[in-house]
């Protein structure tokens, strides 16, 4: 079946840069896509959505851009903090289908 | 509201033996979920259910069972655990319908190894 993958596992950044988390999905039928953050030892939580009448969407420090031509999906943080470490997951579906996952990507913040 | 809450955080099991690990929610959500999540992958989703007395099977719903006789309770079954069945389970629940844009609430895991 489809899934949602990811380019690179893990990510290190000095704390106060930017970080780019990149996710590629092959479903092209998708309509929603979501990105997830997992701390150690905890359930995923919600960070930011999009839909796929969108291109870029933005949050507090988080910025999710979808390319569709591409398939790709990413997630912008601005100004690294320690509290960002953690595993960043994306996620798609269409329609009311349960979310695909993508394997994850771990992000280690240097201070 | 406490969300989503599973019940036990940890579980050791013996080969062959049962066990239910329980998910309940008090958010109103009619969809709920129940992933695994192996170490250093994603999550992969084992049964769904789109409101009470209806379930489906997801990506690997093998050696697993579960039953939705409440809005508010999902329960997995694990029948004749498996070394395989050794992982992190995850529930989570969402509105569903139109309001599916909120994502899901996830529970906060329980770690399973069978021996």
């Known amino acids: 079946g489809e899934s949602v993958g990811l380019h690179l596992p893990t990510l290190s950044v000095q704390e106060g840069d930017n970080s780019i988390i990149n996710c590629a999905y092959s479903?092209?039928?998708?309509?929603?896509f979501i990105w997830y953050k997992q701390e150690s030892g905890k359930g995923p939580q919600f960070i930011i959505d999009?839909?796929?009448?969108?291109d870029k969407r933005q949050g507090q420090r988080v910025t999710v851009l979808l390319n569709k031509t591409v398939k790709h999906l990413s997630l912008q943080i601005a100004a690294t903090q320690p509290g960002d470490s953690a595993v960043y997951f994306c996620?798609?579906?269409?329609?009311?289908?349960?979310?695909?996952f993508g394997k994850g990507t771990r992000l280690s913040v240097i201070a | 509201n406490a969300g989503v809450t599973q019940t036990p955080k940890f579980r050791i099991l013996k080969i062959g033996q049962s066990m239910t690990l329980q998910c309940t929610q008090d958010?109103?959500?009619?969809?709920m979920y129940w992933y695994r999540q192996d170490p250093g992958m994603g999550l992969k989703l084992i049964y769904y259910?789109?409101?009470?007395?209806?379930?489906d099977k997801g990506e690997v719903p093998n050696g697993y069972n579960v039953s939705r006789s409440t809005t508010e309770d999902f329960p997995l079954r694990l029948e004749l655990a498996a070394p395989s069945q050794t992982s992190v389970y995850f529930c989570?629940?969402?509105?569903?319908?139109?309001?599916?844009?909120?994502?899901?609430?996830f529970g906060s895991g329980t770690r399973l190894t069978v021996v």
């Open positions: 989570a629940s969402s509105y569903g319908g139109n309001e599916r844009y909120y994502g899901y609430t």
């Open positions: 479903n092209s039928a998708s309509d929603y």
């Open positions: 999009i839909r796929s009448n969108m």
């Open positions: 996620a798609e579906n269409k329609g009311n289908t349960p979310l695909v």
């Open positions: 958010m109103n959500h009619n969809y």
């Open positions: 259910s789109v409101g009470a007395g209806i379930t």
